[in-house]
Structures are given as structure tokens and as C-alpha cells.
């Protein structure tokens, strides 16, 4: 059985089949709250930090060890979780979340509630940006059910969010009324299905996720539109130490949506909202190389487009990045990497700090 450590014992950091900094000891004996820092370099924020505390009411240690005794999935620990962040544009927010699960994991809750203000910059029909500000309050409720005893999830959403938006030079001529609507109330069903060896940093498996919503006035939203989201991740062993991964990600919308709401090209080295449109594709790849049992090496590339309102899908801008990047496995028994990815597009170059996947 894993236990809580005794009261004085320290937890080690130094993982005893290697000799190597690990954390596996620590997280895994891990109760209580855990604090965690976050570092921003997200380009369309600039940089900057903040705090998130987790509060975990089973360890990761004694899930493991009740879903081994019990013969069950792997089930996670429940998790709340409260923090803030700021960046150097003057972009800041708090919030708190809180996940749960039941019956050996076949019920999974997810409750989220922001407030904050982003600064930011919308391109719409235009080659340049016009800055404008949105603050708001954001929550989010989702209960997913497994289907029999598949990989399979499916349940409801409910996303709402109420906002002051104001372009804070010069204005974006081609937007409507509607597409600066304040709120946005919108409900739908979420299709999860998950078979990856791990969470966080997967050797092979896939994970793929199908979302339909519809935003209607009763449900809060000054507009009526859809959106609709497919993406999958597959990574897959094509050498003893190589791992190939793909990535595609379709965003599509009808209707009045907000312009700050509207798909974006989503891809590391863009930044985010650079792109945006009625529809948005991205597909990616990334070859990784474990140099040794603890670093790995990987390159990775992109292709995107945003289409649908602006453009038409052949006369859209394709959108390339390319880059490079390491993971040094700071929990074997967990399979947590962590690590820096440098990518390249366009007229802009961005790096991040990445704790497991780029891809969630």
C-alpha cells in the first residue's frame, strides 16, 4: 500500500534505480496543498508568471495503490484548485477549479470559475492587428460518464461567459453588432476517448475529442450560434527509442459568434489569435528521440489555415511553424517530462516552458 509519509519524514528526490533527480517520491506521497508556479511566454501576452495551489484529497500514491487493489482503471485523485497570473501587457486573471471522479472513475466532474482581463490584438479582414481589451467572468461545468467499460466518455458541457470588450485604438470596422456580443451562454455534449499509456508525456495510444454546443438566449447568450470541435493525438513507436506523434485539430462555427470566440490557428511558434476566422484546421507532427532513459530530443512541424468569413479556404494564408525542443523526466513512476520547446513562424519566433505534452 502507499502511504502518506510518517510526520518529519522528508520525501526523496533522487530516484534509487538511477541515482537522477526525480520527483516521483514527492508527488506520489504527496497530500495536502501543492503549491505550483506558472511562467507564461505565450507572444500574444508577452511574458509573465503567477501561482496556482493544488489541493489534492487523495495522493496520487494512494490512487494508484486503491485502483491496483481494486483491479480497476487508473482512476486520478480529485483536485481542487485556486491561483492567479499576470502578464507583462498588463493581461491578468484568478480562478478556481475542481475535478472529481466516481466509482472507480467511471463519473468525471469538472468545475471551473475566472474572472481576469486579456489584452490582446485582433486581425479579422485586416494584415494588422487593432488591440482591444476583454475582461469578464468565465465558468464552465461538465459531467462525462464512461460508456460500459470502454475507453469511451460522453456527457454535457455548459460554458458561460460575460464580458466587457472594447477596442482601445482603432476599431474593427468589418465586425457587426453581433459579433460584439457581451455574453456567451452555450450548452452541448462532449465526446472524450482516451487510450494513451500516459497523461502526461504518452509513448504511444491516442487521444481524441468531439464537441458539439449551441449558444441560445436561454442559455445566457445575447447570440444564437454553434460550434463544433474534433481533435485527435496518436503517438506511436517506430524505432526502440523514437516515438511519432500527430496531432489534427478542426474548430468550425456558425452563426453571430463573438469576435474574440472565433477559431484560431492553433500551433506553437503562432500566436494565438494571429489567424482567426469562422473556421480553423491545424495538423502537426513531431518526431521524438529519447537519447537516454531520462532526455529526450524532439522535432516537431505545423500547417494551419483560418477560413470561412474573411477567406475562402484556397485563399487563405497556410500557416507554417517549425521547431525544436527537450524533455528531461522529472517523474519516472509517473511518466512526468518537463522541458522547453523554441518554434519559428513567420515574422516570429516564441518559446515555452512545457510541463508533459504541447498537446492537450
Known amino acids: 500500500m502507499a502511504h502518506a509519509p510518517a510526520r518529519g519524514e522528508t520525501p526523496s528526490f533522487t530516484d534509487s534505480s538511477d541515482g537522477d533527480f526525480d520527483t516521483s517520491d514527492f508527488l506520489l506521497r504527496h497530500q495536502g ?98 488591440s482591444y481589451e476583454v475582461k469578464g467572468t468565465f465558468l464552465v461545468q461538465q459531467v462525462l460518464a464512461r460508456v460500459a467499460n470502454t475507453p469511451w466518455y460522453v456527457g454535457p458541457r455548459y460554458t458561460y461567459f460575460r464580458s466587457d470588450t472594447r477596442f482601445t485604438g482603432e476599431a474593427a470596422s468589418e465586425l457587426s453588432a453581433a459579433e460584439m456580443a457581451q455574453r456567451i451562454g452555450k ?90 476566422d469562422r473556421d480553423a484546421l491545424a495538423l502537426e507532427a513531431e518526431l521524438r528521440w529519447h537519447a537516454t532513459p531520462r532526455w529526450s530530443l524532439l522535432g516537431f512541424g505545423g500547417v494551419g489555415k483560418a477560413y470561412g468569413n474573411w477567406t475562402t479556404f484556397s485563399d487563405a494564408t497556410t500557416v507554417v511553424s517549425v521547431g525544436a525542443g527537450f524533455r528531461y523526466l522529472i517523474a519516472r513512476k509517473l511518466g512526468l517530462a518537463v522541458g522547453i520547446d523554441v518554434a519559428h513562424s513567420k515574422d516570429q519566433n516564441a518559446f515555452y516552458i512545457q510541463v508533459g505534452s504541447a498537446w492537450r
Open 33 to 130: 496543498a501543492l503549491p505550483v508556479p506558472v511562467v507564461i511566454t505565450e507572444p500574444a501576452v508577452g511574458y509573465g508568471g503567477g501561482l496556482m495551489l493544488l489541493y489534492f484529497s487523495e495522493s496520487a500514491g494512494q490512487a494508484k495503490a486503491a485502483d491496483q487493489a481494486g483491479e480497476a482503471r487508473k482512476a486520478p485523485p480529485n483536485i481542487t484548485g485556486i491561483g492567479g497570473l499576470a502578464t507583462e501587457n498588463g493581461s491578468r486573471g484568478a480562478g478556481l477549479f475542481h475535478f472529481h471522479s466516481w466509482d472507480g472513475d467511471r463519473y468525471r466532474y469538472l468545475g471551473a470559475l475566472a474572472q481576469g482581463r486579456a489584452n490582446l490584438e485582433y486581425y479579422g479582414a485586416f494584415s494588422h492587428g487593432r
Open 187 to 276: 450548452a452541448g455534449l462532449v465526446l472524450d476517448y482516451d487510450t494513451r499509456d500516459n497523461m502526461f508525456y504518452p509513448n504511444r495510444g491516442t487521444y481524441a475529442e468531439l464537441e458539439a454546443q449551441f449558444s441560445r438566449s436561454w442559455l445566457g447568450s445575447d447570440q444564437s450560434f454553434e460550434s463544433y470541435r474534433a481533435r485527435g493525438y496518436h503517438w506511436t513507436p517506430v524505432a526502440p527509442r523514437w516515438t511519432l506523434g500527430l496531432r489534427g485539430d478542426g474548430q468550425f462555427t456558425r452563426g453571430a459568434v463573438p469576435f474574440y470566440a472565433q477559431p484560431y490557428v492553433d500551433l506553437r511558434g503562432v500566436s494565438r489569435g494571429r489567424y482567426q
